[in-house]
Each structure stands twice: as C-alpha cells, then as structure tokens.
T-cell receptor, first 118, second 115 residues
Framework: DAGVIQSPRHEVTEMGQEVTLRCKPI?????LFWYRQTMMRGLELLIY????????DSGMPEDRFSAKMPNASFSTLKIQPSEPRDSAVYFC????????????????FGPGTRLTVT | GNSVTQMEGPVTLSEEAFLTINCTYTATGYPSLFWYVQYPGEGLQLLLK?????DKGSNKGFEATYRKETTSFHLEKGSVQVSDSAVYFCALRYSDSNSGYALNFGKGTSLLVTP
C-alpha cells in the first residue's frame, strides 16, 4: 500500500492567497484527520471525518479554514485568505474504524505539507 | 479536560546511553496511551501503545508502562542508537465517542543521539 498521500509536499505562497492541501487516505480506511504542527503549539487536531462526514471541527482555527471530503479517497483543507501565522506543517492521517472496533485501528500519518506564507 | 504533558527537549545523549522521556496525562475515564515517533521529514509512526493500567507497550527496544496511580507513561530504552534520533510524541485517546476517539498529542520531545 502507498500509505497516506499528501500533496503538495511544500507550498510557499503570499499572504492573502488561497491555499489548498490535498490528502488521499489509505484504501479501506474510513476515518480521516487533519492536524497542524507548529513549534509553539505542537500537534493540533483541526478536523476529523468518519465515513466522509465531518464529526468534529472544533479545532479549525477560524472561518478562513475549511475542509471537505467529497468521497472516501480524497480530502482537501483550504485556507482562504492565507496569513503568515498559518505557516506550519499540515498532516493528514487515516485509520479504519468498524462496529467491532469502535476505537479504530492505528492512525497512519502522511508525510505532511510544509506551508510557508510570506 | 484531557491533556498530555511531555518533558521539554531537546534531549542529547551519547550512543548506548539510557533514555527516559517523561509523559504524564490528565483525563476523564480510562484513556489509551501511545508513543509516536517522527523521523526527520516524515509523518508520525506509532511506536507502542498501552490500553489499560499496568499494561506495558514495547517495540524496537523501547518500553512504556501505563501507570494509573501516577498518571504517567514514561518512554524508556536501555541503549539508544544514532538511528533513534527523532521527535517522540506521547498521546492519549479520548474515551468518549463524541470526540471520535481522536488522539490528543503532547508537544513532542526531540532526541539527538551522538556517536
């Protein structure tokens, strides 16, 4: 399996521009997570999907951030407009959850997208 | 609320030294506890886990014991190698379904092992 795939790996953009980060979870996984990692705040959970439905978006910092999961194999995290304080590494993770394993299996992380907003 | 506190890094050790990275937690209910490792330029990988009190998780020479009485899950390794240089994250899994059984991570501890 190719693992969780994220693109782009690096993104440099100017303040005010729209940024879209993409994630392809592991095939067969039905839960997907978006995290943000910074030196100051560590690893923060932004939003979590189960079966393509957003379950908990309380970690999304503000309305400039939005996430979608149109199908089981694709999710996007969009920032519009971007600001310098959004600079961070954004991770996507997926896992398989079932009725017999409600806690879910291991969470597998993608390699991350390093976003720099100038 | 649920939270994890890790010792501040960076930690610098010589090869073959003994490693301890402290982790304590606060949580309602009975969380599961995890250690994840992040090698440079990569995403996080599960290193070990423990799902109930007194459980010991182990992998690749690393160990951690779930201590409910001290609310701790300290990571240890008897003899570190240069290849262990990475950032280590302690995490707990919420025990309530409303959170989707998501993970709550500590801030991470950077380990550098020198030859």
């Amino acid at each position: 399996d190719a693992g969780v795939i994220q693109s782009p790996r690096h993104e440099v953009t100017e303040m005010g521009q729209e940024v879209t980060l993409r994630c392809k979870p592991i095939s067969g996984h039905n839960s997907l997570f978006w995290y943000r990692q910074t030196m100051m705040r560590g690893l923060e959970l932004l939003i979590y999907f189960n079966n393509n439905v957003p379950i908990d978006d309380s970690g999304m910092p503000e309305d400039r951030f939005s996430a979608k999961m149109p199908n089981a194999s694709f999710s996007t995290l969009k920032i519009q407009p971007s600001e310098p304080r959004d600079s961070a590494v954004y991770f996507c993770a997926s896992r398989r959850t079932s009725r017999t394993n409600i806690y879910g299996g291991e969470q597998y992380f993608g390699p991350g997208t390093r976003l720099t907003v100038t | 609320g649920n939270s994890v506190t890790q010792m501040e890094g960076p930690v610098t050790l010589s090869e073959e030294a003994f490693l301890t990275i402290n982790c304590t937690y606060t949580a309602t209910g009975y969380p599961s506890l995890f250690w994840y490792v992040q090698y440079p330029g990569e995403g996080l990988q599960l290193l070990l886990k423990a799902t109930k009190a007194d459980d010991k998780g182990s992998n690749k020479g690393f160990e951690a014991t779930y201590r409910k009485e001290t609310t701790s899950f300290h990571l240890e390794k008897g003899s570190v190698q240069v290849s262990d240089s990475a950032v280590y994250f302690c995490a707990l899994r919420y025990s309530d379904s409303n959170s989707g059984y998501a993970l709550n991570f500590g801030k991470g501890t950077s380990l550098l092992v020198t030859p």
